[in-house]
Structure formats: structure tokens, C-alpha cells
């Protein structure tokens, strides 16, 4: 790009053909530059491939496919040879059937893209368009067809036909919809799917009528309160007896902590807590994730989906976040031998907001509560 | 030439003649085999998205031969060892297998998922091309519905997908999606339990998202693409404006053999690109992630990347919850998943799907397009689709506004704040920035079409003077600018006695009319100052004589700049 010199000394009526900064010839966008020679052209719009470039690209093209057809056999051998059944090895496996893949694959498409560019001509054909509506006269005699055959049908004259017609496709339409009812296997009335979330299983008792005990989740170990006794611990917390029942835990996961009594704040309700430790509803009142981490120091539950940030000292009200509402607070004591149990069920329902939900917090305070 | 084919080879003119005779093949290639098709790299796009559903038909084929669409719980006993002996759902266990114990498994497990995030990403850059291009108006606005409802399929197929595995990871999203499902009015409980056969989590949505992953979605989408296919075939591809082309023909390449072979090409670069990365860049180790249990999350959990503008609206949106009824137990609106579940998604979708015909309402133009716009050329509908890119990024990038955080060393609550005022501020300086850019890319095509290029020679005339010889565009390049023809705008000019034509005179028709007079119209002509404001259309040798003068040094014409006032 350095032939601007003897450009500059053109005389003034020739426009230069190339200088620096400009874009090379082809791309430029000077008028002067000139396209590439067509080798020959046959038809017009299609301009044939120098014969010498072609065979050139023709070795390459084969060089290509040579590179496709090893690697396709690279892949087989490390099917055969790689096996599977640890880790290592199959990432060995992986690798060794990926990048054969990849090669041969690859091979194949450079191997065409040159053979489109450099052997194919260059095409620049022209082809006609038609408006997309049809002609006038086509369109008439589709309406009149379609106007004889509707007379003809007899739809238009008999009413009784119609309209019969339409009322019997009104219900059995219903019919694919009324067979999905169904789909929620407990088959019990739509009305009940509101009390089925307000509830728990803490609210339940154990075969021998006792009430359940907060096991870890986990390990399924029953705690001890006078165990738990470092303040700022935490533990997340399943009921007895349902450490597996996916169902359960969805609704009755806790997040277990232990308070010096003064951190304690009013919005604890505190014959609810055994000794400073306060049982929380895990699952977030946003959209259920399980709020699950904890900042000692601040005392902050943290729902890392959503970032939903809780006051545990507090009640677990809302201090951050797209969650409306605290997390419920578990009413807990111990039993005869020291152990963590439920007092009972939630008070209100836990888990993200419904529509038949209510305000259920104010219909505690209502009663008389502390919600 | 003795290697030139005379006769049709006898293997291929024998099944042919059959297949003809059977079926009268002929006239439809003898019309179609030599279909012109037009050459830009960017409607290639599109096909990026094909290539990568077919290699998602595939991949999703093998895997489906070991998948067990099961909730039942089984005590894993595969080769992988941290989690031998731990109870979890047949589901897993089996994606566990088909990683771990299944040769080329992990690679097609791991296929699948990077064509799905291809699949995804290939359409909306496809779409963003064809909305940009202006390439949605009539005769394709039938294929552009078609396409946003291909998109909404898509996100719903990687969804249904996603869960399938069932490790802790895709658990968390099936938690938020029965979260949002819960919370819509009046029928959210029961689609939950319907969906989940009965309180989440059950013990069935996996078999039925499964029988909606692999049958009647991919059924779905597999209609509509050929549908797409059709349309575009039948109503021909756009071209850019350029040389030789207007909306009355289409110069390019034929199908047979060029378009064929580069189509062809173009697949397997695809598939070599989804099966590098599935070799070299590890996706979703559902392995270290766990079986799923509604106790357990991991912090940091990210959906793909499709999903992250839903989950930044989730995360931005304020606590906003109203109790209709106060205690009595129906009339619970939790508007802060309500409205970021539906809002953002409602607003794209429909915007998209609305999108021509609201154009045409407000433009009046009824003529048929072939002709791409560019961008530049239709400066509202891109600062349009430019705010619309910005609203979606801002809640793209909140989706992830923890590793944000995290990585940046920003306070947590801050990147929140910033995205409740960032989603309202950002389209709008999106907008006016995208509007300026426009007028000032029209601009420099009018100084190179009225004045010429640069030529970089500077000249020093009798007295002394030293300009910059222009030279005329290249004959490519000023008719792919010529090409440009003005937004149509409607008849909104009031007659004598300042009385709005009919149907203007309403509240919408003021309204249609001021938004067709900002919408429609030329902003910068081509050939602005030089008496020819119709400066497009077929032929522009008129144009010649003009561009001679240029080097004469007739300053008048102000075609060489003086570089020394």
C-alpha cells in the first residue's frame, strides 16, 4: 500500500486509483477500482474459475476429505479402544471421540466451502419475481365456486342443520379438555387444593402420638437443644420420620438458629422459640426456592435464587428482595428427653403466594395472634 | 472437457424416471432446481438455528434410548463414585449413566445442550436480522408469526427440557416454575396440580415433561419450521439493496448445485462447532450437583441463558403483594412474580408479533417488500428494536446480578437499585442514541453520494488552495445506498382550512396520524442540495454527469473539500 506516490502525480483529470487508507480493490469504495477479469463467460451471471486456481483448490478440497475420512476412523478405533466406567476415563473417552468428531466434520465442511468458491463459477443469475396475489380472474372464480358450493351444500339455506351443527361442536370440544382432570392424581375438589397448601406435616403426630421431632436434614439425627447451644449456629431441619418424602420437605424445611437472648427482636414470637433457638420456614415466601444461606453476623437468610433477604432476629421479615412476606416461624419446644419437637403446624402457609392464600398473617392478628 | 457429463448417469435417471412417473416430480425441479438464492452473511443466521434443531432431533434421539423419565427412587450403583449408594430419582440416575457409562454418551448429552443454547441463539439473532432489515413486511408477515411463535416454543422446549435430568440444578428451576405457575390469578393452584399431579414436586413431572420435550413440542416446532421453510421458498428471500436488484427480481446463486452444496457445508460447520464445544467446554455437570431435594440449593444457581431475562425480572421486581379480599381466602395477587413472569415476555412476544401490522397501521403502506432496508434507513423501527434489545439485556444481565456482585466487588443491593432504574432509563437513551446514529449514518451516505469518497490525494490548485480530491463511489456500493427508499407516511396534511383528513380527527387518528409524521417520511435525502429528491428506483443515470465534475476543481459543485478554509 505504498504505491500513493506516483498516484499523487496523476494528472488532474484521472481520479487515482488506490491510496492509503482506502479499502483494496473489490471492496473499495472508489469507483476507479476495477473488478477481478472474469475468466470466461458462457452464461451470462455465471463466471467460470480460472482452470489453473481450480486444480489448485481441487488438491486442497481432496486434502480435506483425506482429513475426514481419518478422522472418521480415529473415531471408531476410540470407540473401541477408550472405555467408560470412571470418571477419567470418560473424560479420556470424550475427548478422544469429540475431537475426531469435530475434525472429520470439520473436514468435510472446509473441504466443501472451497469447493464452492474456488472450483463452482461465480454465480450472479437473475431471477424474476411475481407479485404473491393471483391474477384477478382466479380470484373470481374461487368466489364463485365457493358461493355455489355453499348454496349447493345446503349450510346457508337449512337453519336447522346449522345450527345443530354448532351445538354439537360446543361440547365436544370440551371433550380432550374435560380429560385432563385428571392430571392432579389425588382427584380430590379443586377447593381443597387451598387447605393442602395451608398445611404441613408438622401439624401431625408420630405412630405413637407424640409430636415430631426436628431431625437434620441429611444425617436424620434428632436434636438435642441442649447440644445446639452455640449462638449463631444454624442447621437445616426435616421433620421425623419424612427425611425422604421429597412432597414433605417441600412445604416443611426449616433453617434452625440459635440467638443469645438479647439479639432476640420482637418480631420473634417467643414462646415459640426453646432457649433462643428459633425454627423458619426454609422455603422462601417469593417463589419457594430454600432459603438457604445465613450471615451470622447480621443475622440475614439470604434466598440465593432471588436474593430474598430475611431478618432472622426479627422474625424473618422482608429486608431485601422481591418476597412480600417473612418467613413463617415454626412453633418448637422439647420433649421429655431434651429433644427439639414441633409445638404444632404452621400458623400460616408457607411457600410462595396463591391466589386463595388470603392475608393470612392479618387473620392471625385478628385472632389475637402475633403474625 | 472429456470429463463432462453427456447423459444422466442410469443410477439416477432410472429412479427418477420411477419417482416421475409416480409422483410427476419434474415440473416442480424444472421450476425449482435452479432457485436463485441471494448471498449475505447475515441470512445465514436463520439457518444456524435449523442446522442446530436437526442436530437436536438427533442427539435427543440417542439419548432417549437410556433416558428413564422416572421419578421412582432408585440407590444409584453407576461408576460414579461420590455418588454410589445415594437414593435419587431414576431420571438422574439414568443421565448419570448415559454420562458416565455409555460410550459418546457425555458427548451427546453434552451436544444436546450446547445446540439447545445454539438453537435459541440462532433465532434471535435471526429474528433480530429480519426485524433490522424490515424483511417481517408484507408478503412475510404470515412467516414472521410463524417464526416468534417458533421462539416461544423454543423456550418452552428448553424448559421442559432442562428439568429432565433431575439434579439439584434443574430442580431449582422446576421450584421457580411452579412458583410462578402458583402465583397466577384464580387458576394458578390448579395448574399446579395439575401439572405436578398434585403438590409439588410429585412424582410425575418428569414423565410428563418429558412426553412434552420429546413429542409434542419438538412435533410442534418440526410443523412450523417446515411451514417457515415453505413460505420462504415460495414467497423467495429477501435481497439487500445493491446493483441490479429491486423489488421485482432476486440475483444470487442457484440451488443446484451452489446454494445445495453451501447449505451442506454450512451444516456439518455447525455440527463441527456444537461438537468442539461439547468435546472442549463442559455443560452442565449435573454430577456434582446431586439429586434434587426441594431443602437444597446451590448459591450461584443460573438458568441458561435464554431463561436469565426472566430470572432478572424476578430478581429486580419490588415486594409488591395485594390481598384483595384482605383474610378471606381468595384474592392474593403476587404482583412481584406476577408481573415479571408475564410482563417482560408478554411485552417482547407481543411486541414482536404485533410489530407489522402496527407498522403498516401507522405507515399505510400496503406495497409488497423484497428489498431489505437497512437499518439506518428506518431510523424509528431500529431505535425501536434497539430499546427492545436494551430492556431485554438490562434484565439478561440482573438475571445474573450475583456473580455480578461477586466478580465485580458491587454490593448486591446495589446492582438491584441500579437495575430498577436502569430497565425504564436504558431503552429510552437506548432510543434517542440509536435515533442520532441513524440520521448520522444517512448523513455520510448523502456526503458520499453528493460528494464523493475521500480520496486521500490532496491537490493544490492555481491559487495556491489545497483540496481533497473526491472521487465518485464504487458503482457497487452507491447502488447497495441507493437503495434506500423513504418510510411511506400517510395522508396526515391538513387541507387549506386546517381540517385533519378523515379518519384523523378522533383521539387515535391524532394519534396515528402525529406518530406516522415521526415514523414515515425521508430524514436526510441521498441527494440532498442537488434538485433530485428521487434519487432510487431503477436506473439512476442521471446521476453520471454529476459525479464527472468531481477533480475538475468546480468548487461550486462542492465536491472537493478545501482543507485550507
Not at chain 2, 434471535?124 to 416454543?153: C, D, Q, S
Not at chain 2, 428471500?237 to 440451488?255: L, S
Amino acid at each position: 500500500m505504498t504505491d500513493n506516490e506516483h498516484e499523487i502525480e496523476q494528472a488532474d483529470e484521472r481520479v487515482p486509483k488506490r491510496v492509503i487508507g482506502t479499502p483494496a480493490p473489490g471492496t473499495s469504495m472508489l469507483g476507479a477500482a476495477e473488478a477481478p477479469e472474469a475468466a470466461e463467460e458462457d452464461v451470462p451471471g455465471v463466471t467460470l474459475q480460472d482452470e489453473a486456481k481450480a486444480r489448485k483448490a481441487e488438491r486442497i478440497v481432496a486434502l480435506c476429505f483425506t482429513i475426514t475420512f481419518l478422522a472418521s476412523i480415529a473415531f471408531i478405533v476410540s470407540y473401541v479402544y477408550f472405555q467408560v466406567g470412571s470418571p477419567e476415563a470418560t473424560g479420556t473417552s470424550n475427548l478422544a471421540l469429540g475431537s475426531s468428531l469435530t475434525i472429520a466434520i470439520l473436514g468435510l465442511a472446509v473441504g466443501i466451502v472451497i469447493w464452492v468458491r474456488q472450483i463452482m463459477p461465480k454465480y450472479s443469475l437473475v431471477q424474476e419475481r411475481h407479485p404473491m396475489a393471483s391474477a384477478e380472474e382466479d380470484r373470481e372464480v374461487v368466489g364463485e365456486t365457493f358461493l355455489r358450493g355453499a348454496n349447493e351444500s345446503g349450510f346457508v339455506k337449512r337453519k336447522l342443520l346449522r345450527r345443530t351443527l354448532l351445538l354439537a361442536a360446543a361440547p365436544l370440544g370440551l371433550v380432550p379438555l374435560v380429560l385432563l382432570r385428571d392430571l392432579d392424581n389425588s382427584k380430590m375438589p379443586g377447593a381443597k387444593f387451598n387447605s393442602m397448601l395451608r398445611h404441613t406435616v408438622w401439624g401431625e403426630k408420630t405412630k405413637e402420638g407424640k409430636p415430631l421431632r426436628l431431625v437434620v436434614e441429611g444425617t436424620g439425627q434428632p436434636i438435642r437443644a441442649a447440644d445446639f447451644n452455640s449462638p449463631g449456629g444454624i442447621l437445616s431441619v426435616v421433620p421425623e420420620g419424612y427425611q425422604h418424602d421429597l412432597n414433605a420437605l417441600a412445604k416443611a424445611t426449616l433453617i434452625l438458629i440459635k440467638f443469645r437472648p438479647e439479639e432476640i427482636k420482637s418480631g420473634v414470637r417467643q414462646n415459640w422459640t426453646h432457649d433462643g433457638i428459633v425454627a423458619y420456614s426454609k422455603i422462601c415466601t417469593h417463589v419457594g426456592c430454600p432459603a438457604a444461606l445465613y450471615e451470622q453476623n447480621t443475622h440475614h437468610i439470604l434466598c440465593p435464587c432471588h436474593q430474598s433477604t430475611f431478618d432472622a432476629a426479627d422474625g424473618a421479615k422482608v429486608i431485601f428482595g422481591p418476597a412480600a412476606r417473612p418467613l413463617p416461624q415454626l412453633p418448637i419446644t422439647v420433649d421429655a428427653e431434651g429433644y427439639l419437637i414441633a409445638q404444632g403446624d404452621f400458623e400460616v402457609p408457607v411457600g410462595p403466594s396463591y391466589w386463595e392464600r388470603g392475608d393470612a398473617e392479618a387473620e392471625v392478628r385478628e385472632k389475637g395472634g402475633q403474625a | 472437457m472429456s470429463d463432462e457429463l453427456k447423459a444422466t448417469p442410469k443410477a439416477i435417471a432410472g429412479p427418477s424416471n420411477f419417482l416421475d412417473e409416480r409422483l410427476g416430480g419434474a415440473s416442480f425441479l424444472k421450476r425449482n432446481m435452479r432457485k436463485i438464492f441471494p448471498d449475505h452473511w447475515s441470512f445465514l443466521l436463520g439457518e444456524i438455528a435449523l442446522y442446530s434443531f436437526i442436530i437436536l432431533l438427533l442427539t435427543g434421539t440417542f439419548l432417549t434410548l437410556w433416558f428413564k423419565p422416572s421419578m421412582g427412587e432408585v440407590p444409584y450403583d453407576g461408576s460414579y463414585a461420590p455418588l454410589r449408594g445415594v437414593m435419587m430419582s431414576e431420571a438422574y440416575a439414568s443421565s448419570l449413566e448415559i454420562s458416565f457409562d455409555v460410550r459418546g454418551g457425555l458427548l451427546m448429552r453434552q451436544m444436546h445442550h450446547w445446540a439447545a443454547l445454539l438453537f435459541v441463539a440462532g433465532m434471535m439473532v435471526h429474528a433480530l436480522r429480519v426485524f433490522f432489515t424490515g424483511a417481517y413486511r408484507k408478503p412475510r408477515e404470515i412467516n414472521w408469526i410463524i417464526g416468534v411463535l417458533l421462539l416461544t416454543l423454543a423456550l418452552a422446549e428448553g424448559l421442559t427440557g432442562y428439568s429432565l435430568p433431575d439434579d439439584l440444578l434443574s430442580g431449582a428451576g422446576l421450584r421457580i416454575t411452579e412458583g410462578v405457575a402458583i402465583s397466577l390469578p384464580l387458576v394458578g393452584t390448579y395448574i399446579t396440580f395439575f401439572l405436578f399431579g398434585g403438590e409439588y414436586p410429585g412424582e410425575d413431572v418428569v414423565s410428563r415433561f418429558y412426553s412434552l420435550h420429546i413429542l409434542l413440542i419438538p412435533g410442534i416446532i418440526l410443523a412450523l419450521v417446515t411451514a417457515h421453510m415453505v413460505l420462504m421458498w415460495v414467497q423467495k428471500h429477501t435481497q439487500m439493496p445493491g446493483k441490479g436488484r429491486d423489488n421485482a427480481n432476486v440475483v444470487g446463486a442457484p440451488f443446484y448445485p451452489a446454494f445445495m452444496a453451501k447449505a451442506g457445508a454450512y451444516f456439518l460447520f455447525t455440527l463441527a462447532v456444537v461438537a468442539g464445544l461439547a468435546t472442549f467446554t463442559q455443560i452442565n455437570p449435573i454430577w456434582l450437583f446431586g439429586p434434587y431435594t426441594p431443602a437444597d440449593v446451590s448459591a450461584g444457581s443460573q438458568p441458561d441463558f435464554y431463561m436469565g431475562f426472566l430470572e432478572g425480572a424476578l430478581r429486580i421486581m419490588p415486594p409488591w403483594e395485594i390481598n384483595l379480599f384482605g383474610t378471606s381466602h381468595a384474592g392474593t395477587l403476587p404482583l412481584s412474580v406476577i408481573i415479571p413472569a408475564l410482563v417482560p415476555m408478554g411485552i417482547i412476544m407481543t411486541g414482536l408479533a404485533l410489530y407489522p401490522f402496527l407498522e403498516r397501521w401507522v405507515t399505510g403502506d400496503h406495497r409488497e417488500h423484497h428489498v431489505a432496508d437497512r437499518p439506518r434507513n428506518n431510523p424509528h423501527r431500529t431505535s425501536i428494536g434497539m430499546s427492545a434489545i436494551t430492556f431485554y439485556g438490562v434484565l439478561w444481565l440482573l438475571g445474573a446480578n450475583d456473580e455480578i456482585a461477586a466478580n465485580f466487588h458491587i454490593s448486591l443491593n446495589w446492582t438491584t437499585y441500579a437495575g430498577r432504574v436502569l430497565i425504564f432509563v436504558a431503552p429510552a437513551l437506548a432510543y434517542v442514541i440509536t435515533y442520532r446514529m441513524c440520521l448520522g449514518l444517512q448523513r455520510s451516505d448523502q456526503a458520499i453520494i453528493s460528494h464523493g469518497v475521500e480520496s486521500g490525494v490532496i491537490k493544490r490548485l492555481p491559487h495556491g488552495e489545497f483540496i481533497e480530491v473526491h472521487t465518485p463511489p464504487a458503482e457497487d456500493i452507491e447502488a447497495h445506498m441507493r437503495g434506500k427508499t423513504p418510510v411511506l407516511m400517510l395522508p396526515v396534511a391538513e387541507d387549506p382550512a386546517g381540517i385533519p383528513p378523515k379518519g384523523m380527527r378522533g383521539p387515535l387518528g391524532k394519534l396515528r396520524a402525529l406518530m406516522s409524521k415521526a415514523y414515515g417520511g425521508e430524514k436526510i435525502p441521498l441527494d440532498d442540495g442537488h434538485g433530485h429528491g428521487d434519487g432510487h428506483g431503477d436506473g439512476h443515470g442521471h446521476d453520471e454527469d454529476e459525479h464527472a465534475a468531481i477533480g475538475s476543481g468546480n468548487g461550486s459543485a462542492g465536491d472537493d473539500r478545501s482543507i485550507t478554509h
